[in-house]
T-cell receptor, first 111, second 115 residues
């Protein structure tokens, strides 16, 4: 299986609710990143968390990292219709700038 | 800055034809990545360059695929001959490799259909 795997594969919630997506990986990492992809578009970087960090915030985004469990979560608070997209986690091995992307979570916000 | 520029945005070709995809990275970025995205396989890294030098091409599917970066502002991904299974969206991304933080900026992609 892939280095990064998101869970769930698909998520539908009502606008205004919080959305939580999880990512698991297998090897030691330098940092973990989350990206968003709108339909038919390229990926857009959202947030980066370093391996020595446990939590990071950016606007309505909150990311946690548990290196002992090799997992990360992305929380989007007060979701909006515009948050509808696929979300990917990406990891890089120590000393290597190559990113390995997960399989993605398809998030649908219902107005 | 205009971001990463890719051309063409859409390409439809027949099996056996040569396909060339083009990418202009963000000015000042020193790393460039080519990815392929399909429903079945997700997002796969094909090859990446650092300072115009290919660093890792282990993701290139086979000899039909080749990539070049003749200068810091231009890269090509060529498929010759193309096959229907090459149909996918091909993304180019660039980054400024600053050691620990390597956020990547993606282009809009080229949607390739091989008939």
């Amino acid at each position: 299986s892939q280095q990064g795997e998101e869970d769930p594969q698909a998520l539908s919630i009502q606008e205004g609710e919080n959305a939580t997506m999880n990512c698991s990986y297998k090897t030691s990492i330098n940092n973990l990143q989350w990206y968003r992809q709108n339909s038919g578009r390229g990926l857009v970087h959202l947030i980066l968390i370093r391996s020595n960090e446990r939590e990071k915030h950016s606007g309505r985004l909150r990311v946690t990292l548990d290196t002992s469990k090799k997992s990360s979560s992305l929380l989007i608070t007060a979701s909006r219709a515009a948050d509808t997209a696929s979300y990917f986690c990406a990891t890089d091995a120590r000393g290597n700038e190559k990113l390995t992307f997960g399989t993605g979570t398809r998030l649908t916000i219902i107005p | 800055d205009a971001g990463v520029i890719q051309s063409p945005r859409h390409e439809v070709t027949e099996m056996g034809q040569e396909v060339t995809l083009r990418c202009k990275p963000i000015s000042g970025h020193n790393s460039l990545f080519w990815y392929r995205q399909t429903m079945m396989r997700g997002l796969e890294l094909l090859i990446y360059f650092n300072n115009n030098v290919p660093i890792d091409d282990s993701g290139m599917p086979e000899d039909r695929f080749s990539a070049k970066m003749p200068n810091a502002s231009f890269s090509t991904l060529k498929i010759q001959p193309s096959e229907p299974r090459d149909s996918a969206v091909y993304f180019c991304a660039s980054s400024l490799n600053r050691g620990r933080e390597n956020e990547q900026f993606f282009g809009p992609g080229t949607r390739l259909t091989v008939l």
